[in-house]
């Protein structure tokens, strides 16, 4: 930048892609670091494209976030093969989101929109399931808080085709955060027999945010 003008970098010489690719690596240019570029001459942007010097950076967007579905789709996968229950949840959570990414913002009756969303739930349920394997490993009260929230998210989405799954989303999602309360009360009642005091508090702590982050998702 020079000023609030964007200005290039071009070389002088005889033969100028020779001498650029000689002096510098064309990252220089993009990364801004004018002060490492030897013999520069500097030009507006501008001038460069009346020149036909100047190339737009531009990319299919669409076809690189197919691309980053297709490729956490195969991560999801490897990690189900590996048995890496919490990997698998994360990378289809991820698929999940940029599906709806993918559709944000279009007709909500194209048949396309409507089939993205429709993965997009299902990847919202295939994480569900990882972390149900995940909690039966473990019986860890965090994935019971997880897998409120999940289907406390899922019941606020709208399902395409199925009008029963909202409500079945918030059902599971009550069972799962009543569930992460009672597992935390065991935890403190059973760290406080075994004279863990420590344990035992940390749980009563568990139960009173659990609780109140249980009414607050119930205000949605």
Known sequence: MEGQQPRVALFSGSDE???WQRNVDASAV???????LPL???????????????????INRRAWQLRLIQLRQRLAEQAEGTGEARLEAQQSLM???QLELLVAGQTEGDGETQRFAQQAIGWRLRA?????????????????????????????????????GPINAGQNSHFWWSLALQQAANS???????GDLERAAEAASDVLE????????MKG
């Open 17 to 19: 892609t020779t001498h």
């Open 30 to 36: 993009i990364k801004g670091e004018w002060q490492g």
């Open 40 to 58: 520069e001459i500097l030009i507006p942007v501008d001038q460069l494209r009346e020149q036909g010097l100047w190339q737009e950076a531009e």
């Open 95 to 97: 698929v999940a989101d």
């Open 128 to 164: 569900a399931e990882a972390l149900v394997v995940l909690w039966q490993r473990n019986q860890e009260t965090a994935v019971a808080v997880e897998l409120a929230q999940l289907f406390g998210e899922l019941s606020q989405r709208h399902w395409p085709g199925d009008d029963k």
């Open 188 to 194: 403190s009642e059973q760290g406080e027999q075994a």
């Open 210 to 217: 659990i609780s109140a982050a249980y009414a607050e998702a």
